[in-house]
């Protein structure tokens, strides 16, 4: 069954390499090069040791999904809570379990540590990594603040050792396969990127006993999270650097506690409008007390419109329907229309009723697991793939400036000691 399961992700993978990702798209996307067939048969017989810290929700998805990864190896699992150290240990009997991160960083038989526990424990958990000479995958967001982020980014250098950021879209073909389309000019100039994410839920966790409310429920409170803009906004404002090609030059936004009054700190309604050097707009938006509209990520450009999760895309000018489906669309106006002489003096603008062509119809999962194997292989291979942690740095810091700003109900620009050195001249120039 496992097999059958490593099988099936093969061939998974191997469609990136169909997905005709050449010239402007392979080198829009230099990071997929890490996961790519060649690269799996490069590493064949090796093995990435892997030690977890904090194995908690997204920690033993990552678990499962290693059982997949023929070069991952989990030899050593870390938590401080009990119930799920011994829940990622059944799954992983053979490996050595650590109450305390640091006595795990000083096994020699562990080569690189994946970090999912709370936000605000990423920063020294992965700078302590890369000094103790492990390379790092560290959930996102990357870090609390722009300046941790920034230090991480600088360790990275300086140690040399991989770090990945797990900002999955990244590696997921559904995405890629768009986002060459857009940049290769198909559907004409971007003019707006339009992210949300709508819920209807309280965010919480249940807690068996009421010491460990702030230990499960850390997203609702400001001393370990950001909240929607680091748990959610992080992977969708990467979206606008990524189809634009700059950085915002500002953000400007609103928070606030609308619905769930119920000692949280953080916001559970924001909305942020990020502006692009051309004056491209990009916004984020989310309340989590109406799910209607769900989750959605919107390139568009003068001649489409891109859905990203969506993986459709829909022209501004649709091709011309069939005799068949013309004649039933008519009928169907016709129905709902007024009277031809009693027409209103306004009517909503309703957009477009297209249904759009899908973009890759076969699509599935998220890119978990291609992240995942892209690291177990620049681990091996001691290679760090191009450009992939300055687009996660990017998708963290500019999350976080969101936050800045809702907070100090400012309009806020990046400070430019943040821009990477790799990066200068993007903002636009
Ligand atoms: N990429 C994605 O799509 C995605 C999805 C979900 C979560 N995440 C990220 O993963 C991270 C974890 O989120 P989660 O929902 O799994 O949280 P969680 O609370 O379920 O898990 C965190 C784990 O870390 C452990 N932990 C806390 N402090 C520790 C310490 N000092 N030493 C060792 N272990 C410690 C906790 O006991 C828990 O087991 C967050 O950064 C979150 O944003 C990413």
Redesign the pocket.
């Given at each position: 069954m496992e097999e059958n399961k490593t099988m099936d992700r093969r061939s998974f993978i191997e469609r990136l390499g169909g997905l005709g990702l050449a010239g402007a798209a392979a080198a829009a996307f230099p990071w997929v090069e890490a996961c790519s067939p060649a690269a799996n048969k490069e590493v064949a017989r090796e093995k990435a040791r892997i030690g977890m810290?904090?194995?908690?929700?997204?920690?033993?998805?990552h678990l499962e999904n290693m059982k997949q990864i023929p070069q991952a190896e989990v030899v050593a699992l870390?938590?401080?809570?009990e119930?799920?150290?011994q829940h990622?240990s059944e799954l992983y009997p053979e490996a050595k379990l650590?109450?305390?991160?640091r006595k795990m960083l000083e096994d020699p038989n562990v080569d690189c540590v994946v970090?999912?526990?709370?936000?605000f424990?990423?920063f020294q958990?992965a700078m302590d990594a890369m000094d103790a000479g492990k390379n790092v995958f560290?959930?996102?967001?990357m870090a609390y603040t722009i300046d941790e982020c920034y230090q991480m980014y600088m360790k990275h250098l300086q140690t040399g050792k991989i770090l990945f950021i797990?900002?999955?879209r990244l590696f997921d073909p559904k995405y890629l396969k768009a986002m060459s389309g857009v940049l290769a000019g198909n559907y004409g100039p971007v003019v707006n990127v339009r992210n949300y994410w709508f819920r209807n839920g309280d965010w919480r966790?249940d807690v068996p006993s009421p010491e460990l409310e702030r230990?499960?429920n850390?997203?609702l409170y400001r001393e370990y999270?950001r909240g929607l803009m680091?748990?959610l906004a992080?992977?969708q404002i990467q979206n606008g650097t990524w189809a634009t090609g700059m950085l915002p030059s500002q953000v400007m936004g609103s928070g606030s506690i609308i619905y769930w009054k119920d000692g949280r700190e953080v916001f559970d309604n924001v909305a942020c409008i990020y502006t692009f050097p051309n004056g491209v707009n990009m916004t984020f938006e989310s309340v989590i007390s109406n799910a209607h509209w769900g989750m959605g990520e919107q390139i568009l450009c003068k001649d489409a419109m891109v859905d990203l999760p969506g993986s459709r895309v829909y022209l501004e000018e649709p091709p011309r329907k069939s005799g068949i489906e013309s004649l039933i669309a008519e009928i169907e106006e016709g129905i709902f229309s007024n009277s031809a002489f009693a027409g209103t003096s306004f009517s909503a603008e309703n957009g477009s009723k297209d249904k759009g062509i899908a973009i890759m119809p076969e699509a599935d999962g998220?890119g978990?697991v291609e992240i995942m194997q892209a690291f177990c292989n620049a681990c091996i291979t001691g290679k760090m793939p191009d450009k992939v942690l300055e687009e996660a740095y990017y998708g963290s810091v500019f999350s976080l400036l969101g936050d800045e700003a809702l907070l100090q109900q400012k309009t806020l620009s990046l400070d430019e000691k943040y821009y990477l050195p790799t990066y200068k001249g993007r903002n636009g120039a």
């Open positions: 810290i904090g194995p908690g929700s997204r920690g033993y998805f870390c938590d401080i809570y119930p799920n150290l990622a650590y109450r305390d991160y970090i999912t526990t709370p936000l424990r990423h958990m560290c959930e996102k967001a797990g900002q999955q966790r230990h499960i850390w997203r999270s680091t748990e992080c992977h998220d978990s």
